[in-house]
């Protein structure tokens, strides 16, 4: 199960672990995730894939701000809350 530019993952270790992030790239084997707030797209934070949880979401990537990036991941977070409720 690769892991892509665009994808919505979960962190399953580190502060931020239980966290939805968008991978916004990928630099020598270590993916860059953002959230939009802690972590916006201009400083993205170096995760290892070992570490991260793909979901079955995508978010495109282009004429993407970080607020867009943080509406997208708040609603995704509370339909996944309403969903295991």
């Not at 939805?20 to 939009?36: H, N, Q, R, Y």
Request: glycine share 10%; aromatic share 4%; net charge positive.
């Amino acid at each position: 199960m690769e892991i892509i530019k665009g994808s919505v993952v979960v962190s399953r270790a580190g502060r931020d672990k239980g966290y939805f992030m968008a991978v916004v790239g990928e630099d020598k084997g270590i993916l860059l995730v953002a959230d939009g707030k802690e972590r916006p797209i201009g400083r993205p934070k170096r995760k290892n894939p070992k570490h991260l949880q793909k979901t079955n979401h995508r978010i495109e990537l282009e004429q993407l701000t970080d607020k867009k990036l943080r509406v997208f991941l708040r609603n995704l977070s509370t339909f996944e809350e309403k969903g295991q409720a």
